[in-house]
């Protein structure tokens, strides 16, 4: 199993993860609107312990179905 990141907000995530998914996409895995992961990121709403889990559970489910992903030359 890979190394362990974790981080104290939604902008730090991100801009980890920035070189692979954006803040649009992880709305999308996360089954959350852009807007409000917009509003998370630049700290204007206060993510609920509830949304935290949420996302870390999507991020986890995501990372296992990609895990599974290979390309198959010609």
Known sequence: MGQKHQFDTIG??????????????????CGMSESQMLQYKAGIKKISPKNIARINENLRTFADEISGYTLMGA
């Open 12 to 29: 730090e995530l991100l801009e980890a993860l920035s070189p692979y998914i954006s803040a649009r996409a992880l709305a999308r895995i």
